[in-house]
């Protein structure tokens, strides 16, 4: 089993910066090499991939319409995946969501909400 919680979240200005932080836990996780990335999701709407990042941090993958604004890193030493989200636009609004892809994990998600 893998447990996935995300903080981090919150109301900002069109403009603003937030940080996602996902610490993951449990013994699959620290035994594997998982990829991991973000995920996010607005009501009527499905779920939408937004960053990927490798075990090794080597090849990270994004969304285009996030590219050159968000960045995904990861520390591994603290089982954390992070997303650093700049120059925040108010379509950036939703639910953000971490995701292990080596058993299909999830966190619970944490909110986004950038006003214009």
């Known amino acids: 089993q893998v447990q996935l919680v995300e903080s981090g979240g919150g109301l900002v200005q069109a403009g603003d910066s937030l940080r996602l932080s996902c610490a993951a836990s449990g013994r699959t996780f620290t035994d594997s090499t998982a990829d991991m990335g973000w995920y996010r999701q607005t009501p009527g709407k499905e779920r939408e991939f937004v960053a990927r990042i490798s075990w090794s941090g080597d090849r990270k993958y994004y969304i285009d319409s996030v590219k050159d604004r968000f960045t995904i890193s990861r520390d591994n030493a603290k089982n954390t995946v992070y997303l650093q989200m700049n120059s925040l636009k108010p379509e950036d609004t939703a639910i953000y969501y971490c995701?292990?892809?080596?058993?299909?994990?999830w966190g619970q998600g944490t909110q986004v909400t950038v006003s214009s």
């Open positions: 995701h292990c892809y080596l058993g299909d994990y």
